[in-house]
């Protein structure tokens, strides 16, 4: 007997031997066990998945004589002459090449004449999107009302192609692409019948190439058999031109390493063996598409890959994130696209693997943000009075200032007359040595003001303005202050951060009013924009509703001499590190 290929020798011949389309081949013996015959079935799919095979196999047991559990006997005379293409009750024709409306009319005059042998008789019209419409509107009424002997099977692989009133008037199966998995085992079992020694990883290799069809499967092992007696990983990939699978692997360890350096040399390495670049692009797409399934799917268990290399992949996934595979998915994917178009695809590759090599690992924005807000907390916390001795000296050198200005005002003026002894000393006498000078924070208000800024001749209007109850209210106010920006730390460490630059001006009434230098207009802002929360925590520690407002200083610098100046926003370390990480600027 003359050599068959492959595809034809292994071709199923009953239902339980079709590949992958179980949810199609239990419908159709389950429709011939209860005789609920359609007069029209319609099989769609991708090609090399069985639809004309399912086709034959059902004209065979539509017409079996012997029929066992819905499955041919394979031994009849309408099984066998069925088998040999040469039965007169079960008629195939090629869409294709009788397409026209003449051949359509010559069949619905054949249809009326019935079966010679069997139960019914069969049209298998392959390809039947190739139809011309004035042909499908000529097969309209036969398909609807068809003689009882008369049984229609189509097949396709352009399911929209095929007008709606055809597809209303047909019992329409789905054939999916065959998992590479399945295939593999087929190919297998195929491997063992014809004694051909075949690794597990050129099967899977081999199904992969298939893209879901078993025919082209079969085809390709045909196809490498020839080549070598055994078939092995580097076979397959020296006679279909493939790339090495491990080099895939050492380039996107290269890539996650960011090494452009290895990178190119991997790139070098495939495009002198002869790989065609968009075949190279092929390959890294599909191997990072196994990468992210076991990344996304949290293991590499239900991967259609080779045993062998199942570790491999989990150790790439386990090295990257899903952002990082998504990346280099979608920069690959366009550069796929690309390819079609470049005159130097090799330099296109090349530019686009640097690329990636190059960009950095993603980071996660939530996490980002977590991690700048602790940043943001710790430089807010105060700082120790061991870590701030210039601030110490500075407040001991004001101290000393407010006690030597305190006596030099109440020395008694030259020409008053001495007191005597018996006579109570005046309020503005000088305080004893033994007795401590008291602190520029507890003496009253105007003092203060005037001690702080000896320069300034006339305090604030709103102290003036003041009643002695308002100067008692502000003097708590002021005592509590730092206790409320801790408190509002604890809330919102950023707006505790601009009321620490705000100076206390004075209270009229419930109005609170904050003092900001010329240039803190932002914090000044942003405190206003902020004022329930700081009104709610002003209540909370001070038992009575105050109200804020916000004053700038005149004289920027000069209003707050003894004080350092205050930094700008940017210059602030979370500040300037967001407005980095994000590319932005303060408005």
């Known amino acids: 007997m003359a050599y068959q290929v492959t595809a034809r020798k292994w071709r199923p011949r009953q239902f339980d031997e079709?590949?992958?389309?179980?949810?199609?081949?239990?419908?159709?013996?389950?429709?011939?066990?209860?005789?609920?015959?359609?007069?029209?079935?319609?099989?769609?799919?991708?090609?090399?998945?069985?639809?004309?095979?399912?086709?034959?196999?059902?004209?065979?047991?539509?017409?079996?004589?012997?029929?066992?559990?819905?499955?041919?006997?394979?031994?009849?005379?309408?099984?066998?002459?069925?088998?040999?293409?040469?039965?007169?009750?079960?008629?195939?024709?090629?869409?294709?090449?009788?397409?026209?409306?003449?051949?359509?009319?010559?069949?619905?005059?054949?249809?009326?004449?019935?079966?010679?042998?069997?139960?019914?008789?069969?049209?298998?019209?392959?390809?039947?999107?190739?139809?011309?419409?004035?042909?499908?509107?000529?097969?309209?009424?036969?398909?609807?009302?068809?003689?009882?002997?008369?049984?229609?099977?189509?097949?396709?692989?352009?399911?929209?192609?095929?007008?709606?009133?055809?597809?209303?008037?047909?019992?329409?199966?789905?054939?999916?692409?065959?998992?590479?998995?399945?295939?593999?085992?087929?190919?297998?079992?195929?491997?063992?019948?014809?004694?051909?020694?075949?690794?597990e990883g050129a099967l899977h290799l081999l199904a992969s190439r298939a893209d879901g069809a078993l025919r082209d499967a079969e085809s390709l092992l045909d196809q490498v058999a020839s080549f070598e007696s055994e078939v092995s990983q580097q076979t397959v990939e020296q006679v279909l031109g493939l790339v090495d699978r491990n080099l895939y692997f050492e380039l996107v360890a290269a890539i996650r390493d960011a090494s452009p350096e290895e990178?190119?040399?991997?790139?070098?390495?495939?495009?002198?063996?002869?790989?065609?670049?968009?075949?190279?692009?092929?390959?890294?797409?599909?191997?990072?598409?196994?990468?992210?399934?076991?990344?996304?799917?949290?293991?590499?268990?239900?991967?259609?890959?080779?045993?062998?290399?199942?570790?491999?992949?989990?150790?790439?996934?386990?090295?990257?994130?899903?952002?990082?595979?998504?990346?280099?998915?979608?920069?690959?994917?366009?550069?796929?696209?690309?390819?079609?178009?470049?005159?130097?695809?090799?330099?296109?590759?090349e530019i686009a693997l640097v690329h990636l090599a190059m960009m950095g690992r993603s980071v996660d924005v939530g996490q980002l943000l977590r991690r700048l807000q602790a940043l943001e907390g710790a430089d807010l916390r105060p700082p120790s009075p061991s870590s701030t001795p210039n601030r110490t000296e500075r407040s001991t050198e004001r101290q000393a200032d407010a006690n030597s200005r305190s006596e030099s005002v109440s020395e008694p003026p030259p020409e008053s007359a001495p007191q005597s002894a018996s006579e109570p000393p005046p309020e503005s006498a000088p305080q004893s040595a033994s007795e401590p000078p008291p602190a520029v924070e507890d003496l009253p208000d105007p003092v203060r003001e005037d001690l702080d800024h000896p320069e300034q001749k006339d305090p604030p209007a709103a102290i003036d303005e003041e009643s002695g109850e308002d100067d008692a209210s502000f003097a708590v106010v002021r005592r509590g202050w730092d206790q409320l920006v801790g408190a509002m730390r604890e809330a919102k460490p950023s707006l505790a951060l601009?009321?620490?630059?705000?100076?206390?001006?004075?209270?009229?009434?419930?109005?609170?009013?904050?003092?900001?230098?010329?240039?803190?207009?932002?914090?000044?802002?942003?405190?206003?924009?902020?004022?329930?929360?700081?009104?709610?925590?002003?209540?909370?520690?001070?038992?009575?509703?105050?109200?804020?407002?916000?004053?700038?200083?005149?004289?920027g610098e000069s209003a707050r001499e003894e004080k350092e100046p205050a930094p700008s926003p940017e210059s602030d370390p979370t500040i300037r590190s967001v407005l980095d990480t994000f590319d932005g600027e303060l408005v």
């Open 263 to 349: 990178v190119l040399d991997l790139v070098a390495r495939a495009i002198d063996e002869g790989t065609d670049s968009e075949e190279f692009v092929h390959g890294l797409v599909e191997l990072l598409r196994h990468v992210l399934f076991a990344k996304v799917g949290g293991g590499v268990e239900k991967l259609d890959v080779a045993e062998d290399d199942r570790s491999r992949y989990g150790e790439l996934a386990d090295s990257l994130t899903a952002e990082d595979v998504l990346r280099m998915m979608q920069s690959l994917l366009d550069l796929s696209a690309d390819l079609k178009r470049s005159i130097q695809p090799r330099l296109r590759v």
């Open 498 to 555: 601009f009321l620490r630059e705000a100076t206390l001006i004075g209270l009229d009434g419930h109005i609170l009013k904050l003092g900001f230098a010329a240039d803190d207009r932002f914090a000044m802002t942003q405190v206003l924009k902020n004022r329930e929360s700081v009104e709610r925590i002003c209540a909370e520690q001070y038992g009575r509703q105050l109200r804020l407002e916000g004053v700038v200083l005149e004289g």
């Open 18 to 199: 079709v590949v992958g389309q179980e949810h199609i081949t239990a419908t159709l013996k389950n429709a011939i066990h209860s005789e609920r015959i359609a007069q029209c079935y319609l099989f769609c799919g991708p090609r090399g998945v069985g639809k004309t095979t399912t086709a034959r196999i059902l004209a065979k047991a539509l017409n079996c004589s012997d029929r066992q559990d819905a499955e041919p006997c394979e031994s009849c005379d309408s099984c066998r002459s069925i088998a040999r293409s040469t039965s007169m009750n079960v008629l195939e024709i090629d869409g294709a090449s009788n397409n026209s409306v003449e051949d359509i009319r010559e069949l619905r005059e054949v249809v009326r004449y019935a079966a010679t042998e069997g139960t019914y008789k069969i049209y298998i019209i392959d390809e039947v999107h190739m139809l011309s419409t004035p042909a499908f509107n000529a097969l309209l009424k036969t398909l609807e009302e068809p003689p009882e002997h008369v049984v229609f099977i189509f097949a396709t692989t352009e399911v929209q192609s095929v007008p709606d009133t055809i597809l209303s008037r047909c019992q329409r199966f789905n054939f999916r692409r065959i998992p590479t998995g399945q295939i593999a085992a087929h190919l297998a079992a195929i491997a063992r019948a014809e004694e051909i020694a075949a690794e």
